[in-house]
């Protein structure tokens, strides 16, 4: 079946311009994460959202930092006024139950 | 808020058996995830442990002792494809959703 599908799989963009990366989950899973890896690193907490609940913000480093989910369905993580430290692997997860989390391919996101 | 502790390498030969350690210091506890993650790919899932002892599946065990907030996971007959970052993950308690924080990762190498 379909897994986690996120796009760009690559982004390369100049300092200070905006960014939106998209995420689709799994049909069906309520529970959808964002992750930030930077090179060698493990995983950053970005956002967590849970069905019609007001998603988990707290992992955002940032007020350039965005994200909503339309429909309980597809994800957007929208990055403002991109700063070159943003250059990262975002990886986003969904999960049936917030117990194990399946993940997409990543976008990996360059500032120049 | 959440520390958890991984060791950052580990070398082990083929064949062998490995155990890889995490710790972590959280004011209550909720699960404890192990990750697989092949350099430039998504972390796949590999166990979810809430309760003590040991959850065996195939080549792979993890064990958890709640009292001592300590987790390992086990490999056993190693194969070169096991050669990967291993993340420990916990769930925060304190969060009423699903907040999943990661630690930074095992790079686990395999030598013939």
């Known amino acids: 079946g379909a897994g986690v599908s996120q796009s760009p799989s690559n982004k390369v963009t100049e300092k200070g311009k905006d960014v939106e990366l998209r995420c689709d989950p799994i049909s069906g899973h309520t529970a959808l994460y964002w992750y930030r890896q930077s090179l060698g690193q493990g995983l950053e907490f970005l956002i967590y959202f849970q069905g019609n609940s007001a998603p988990d913000k707290s992992g955002l480093p940032s007020d350039r930092f965005s994200a909503e989910r339309t429909g309980g369905s597809v994800s957007t993580l929208t990055i403002q006024r991109t700063q070159q430290e943003d250059s990262a692997v975002y990886l986003c997860a969904s999960s049936p139950s917030g117990q194990e989390q399946y993940f997409g391919p990543g976008t990996r996101l360059t500032v120049t | 808020g959440q520390n958890i502790d991984q060791p950052t390498e580990m070398t082990a030969t083929e064949g062998a058996i490995v155990q890889i350690n995490c710790t972590y210091q959280?004011?209550?506890?909720?699960?404890l995830f192990w990750y697989q993650q092949h350099a430039g790919e998504a972390p796949t899932f590999l166990s979810y442990n809430v309760l003590d002892g040991l959850e065996e599946k195939g080549r792979f065990s993890s064990f958890l002792s709640r009292s001592k907030g300590y987790s390992y996971l086990l490999l056993k007959e190693l194969q070169m494809k096991d050669s990967a970052s291993y993340l420990c993950?916990?769930?925060?308690?304190?969060?009423?959703?699903?907040?999943?924080?990661f630690g930074s990762g095992t790079r686990l190498s395999i030598r013939p």
């Open positions: 993950a916990v769930r925060d308690p304190n969060s009423s959703a699903s907040k999943i924080i």
């Open positions: 959280t004011s209550g506890f909720n699960g």
